[in-house]
Antibody, heavy 118, light 107 residues
Framework: QVQLVQSGAEVKKPGASVKVSCKAS????????MHWVRQAPGQRLEWMGW????????KYSQKFQGRVTITRDTSASTGYMELRGLKSEDTAVYYC???????????WGQGTLVTVSS | ERVMTQSPVTLSVSPGERVTLSCRAS??????VAWYQQKPGQAPRLLIS???TRATGIPARFSGSGSGTEFTLTISSLQSEDFAVYYC?????????FGGGTKVEIK
């Protein structure tokens, strides 16, 4: 069965970086895209970017361009999302999600809470 | 950026009732709309893609319709496990965007 298991909660100070991992199982990792979506407390879901399953090329939301890097380790079937220059507004639950043709997501990780506080 | 607007923000309903949730796109997104259900402390769960195709394992009481800028998610007979927040998402254009959600609560 398809599973996406994310790394644990993080607490960071403003200006720091965070890297969240997402280990995939139950499908061919290199054939399917992975999206990263975040949800601030009480807010809507916000798409951050994705990594193409076939060629590994990332694409980012302009809002996060320059601050986010999405990568993957195909040997470990694991995706990563690094966000730099953290601000208090980046406090949110970060999700990875398996991408389907077109762009929607059918399986999601359990979420990783990132808290940014001085 | 395609802005997705959902209405109403909150819906108070009784079990067994029929529920209709709306989602409007600021520009046409063809049929590239998905609906998700999210319960407190959980990740979103895919219900519908392509505006009207139920995801694997989703009960038949959930149905989606629409194209262009107007979309609807209907729950034919609300069950206790359906009380949750529902989000629409467009994936016609980058960046992918979500609506603000509709909370379906017990009346």
């Amino acid at each position: 069965q398809v599973q996406l298991v994310q790394s644990g909660a993080e607490v960071k100070k403003p200006g720091a970086s965070v890297k969240v991992s997402c280990k995939a199982s139950g499908y061919i990792f290199t054939s399917i895209a992975m999206h990263w979506v975040r949800q601030a407390p009480g807010q809507r879901l916000e798409w951050m970017g994705w990594i193409n399953g076939g060629n590994g090329n990332p694409k980012y939301s302009q809002k996060f361009q320059g601050r986010v890097t999405i990568t993957r380790d195909t040997s470990a079937s694991t995706g990563y999302m690094e966000l730099r220059g953290l601000k208090s507004e980046d406090t949110a639950v970060y999700y990875c999600a398996r991408g389907r043709p077109g762009g929607h997501s059918d399986y999601w990780g359990q979420g990783t809470l990132v808290t940014v506080s001085s | 950026e395609r802005v997705m607007t959902q209405s109403p923000v909150t819906l108070s309903v009784s079990p067994g009732e029929r529920v209709t949730l709306s989602c409007r796109a600021s520009q046409s997104v063809s049929s590239n709309v998905a609906w998700y259900q999210q319960k407190p402390g959980q990740a979103p769960r895919l219900l519908i893609s392509g505006a009207s195709t139920r995801a694997t394992g989703i009960p038949a009481r959930f149905s989606g319709s629409g194209s262009g800028t107007e979309f609807t998610l209907t729950i034919s007979s609300l069950q206790s496990e359906d009380f949750a927040v529902y989000y629409c998402q467009q994936y016609n254009d980058w960046p992918l965007t979500f609506g603000g959600g509709t909370k379906v609560e017990i009346k």
